[in-house]
């Protein structure tokens, strides 16, 4: 087994996350970009395109762009775990890329500032929630408990309890929606760092050639 052969049998094992067509795809590409480039030696191979489990995280954050992309093409946002797979693979393939360190480092401090951001707006959202599902649950709690020693003032602790649910019931979609809007954010965002930092590379790659 040759240096080419013995590199696409390692990175082969390491995209086992992608389907049989896309996992052909991407060997069958880096098979014949390797022979065409005439690399002769694993050394040299790992040399100019990095290791294979590096390689492999670059590829598996491409597919999990184009997945992400195909969901957004109507214009609608991709599911949270479609966005949120993009940020993390990314953030791999940011990490364990064979590029600058200082941009690399910048890149991360910019996705986990964005990441702390979202983090605490949904805790924020997810904390109101609860807070109303608390609310709701003292007020008919005790609306019951006295309904019958004081009607009026139970019936009007009912009502305010029955009145937060109803808030609840509608605002239940519209933080589903919020959540997966700033995940899709947080993915473009991400999606936009990665491709500058790839950009750069490829013509840092092209300047010491």
Same mark, same amino acid.
């Given at each position: 087994?040759?240096?080419? @052969?013995?590199?696409?049998?390692?990175?082969?094992?390491?995209?086992?996350?992608?389907?049989?067509?896309?996992?052909?795809?991407?060997?069958?590409?880096?098979?014949?970009?390797?022979?065409?480039?005439?690399?002769?030696?694993?050394? @040299?191979?790992?040399?100019?395109?990095?290791?294979?489990?590096?390689?492999?995280?670059?590829?598996?954050?491409?597919?999990?762009?184009?997945?992400?992309?195909?969901?957004?093409?109507?214009?609608?946002? $991709?599911?949270?775990?479609?966005?949120?797979?993009?940020?993390?693979?990314?953030?791999?393939?940011?990490? /364990?890329?064979?590029? /600058?360190?200082?941009?690399?480092?910048?890149?991360?401090?910019? &996705?986990? +500032?964005? &990441?702390?951001?979202?983090?605490?707006?949904?805790?924020?959202?997810?904390?109101?929630?609860?807070?109303?599902?608390?609310?709701?649950?003292?007020? &008919?709690?005790?609306?019951?408990?006295?309904?019958? $020693?004081?009607?009026?003032?139970?019936?009007?602790?009912?009502?305010?309890?029955? /009145?937060?649910?109803?808030?609840?019931?509608? +605002?239940?979609?519209?933080?589903?929606?919020?959540?997966?809007?700033?995940?899709?954010?947080? $993915?473009?965002?991400?999606?936009?760092?990665? @491709?500058?930092?790839? @950009?750069?590379? $490829?013509?840092?790659?092209?300047?010491?050639?």
């Amino acid at each position: 087994m040759d240096g080419r @052969q013995k590199y696409i049998s390692e990175l082969k094992k390491l995209l086992a996350p992608l389907t049989v067509e896309e996992r052909t795809d991407a060997l069958d590409f880096y098979n014949e970009y390797i022979e065409d480039t005439g690399y002769n030696s694993y050394q @040299q191979i790992v040399k100019e395109m990095g290791n294979p489990r590096q390689l492999s995280h670059k590829i598996l954050a491409d597919y999990s762009i184009k997945a992400n992309d195909e969901e957004t093409k109507s214009g609608h946002t $991709a599911s949270p775990h479609s966005s949120w797979r993009v940020f993390w693979l990314i953030i791999i393939a940011i990490v /364990t890329s064979p590029i /600058t360190f200082a941009l690399s480092l910048g890149a991360l401090v910019v &996705l986990i +500032c964005a &990441l702390a951001a979202v983090f605490g707006v949904s805790v924020g959202i997810l904390g109101t929630l609860a807070g109303l599902v608390f609310a709701a649950g003292v007020l &008919l709690y005790s609306g019951i408990g006295v309904v019958v $020693a004081a009607p009026m003032t139970g019936i009007l602790y009912i009502g305010f309890g029955i /009145t937060i649910l109803g808030i609840l019931l509608f +605002c239940i979609p519209l933080v589903y929606w919020i959540i997966r809007w700033l995940a899709q954010a947080i $993915a473009n965002l991400a999606k936009y760092i990665y @491709q500058k930092l790839v @950009q750069r590379r $490829a013509e840092k790659h092209e300047k010491n050639v």
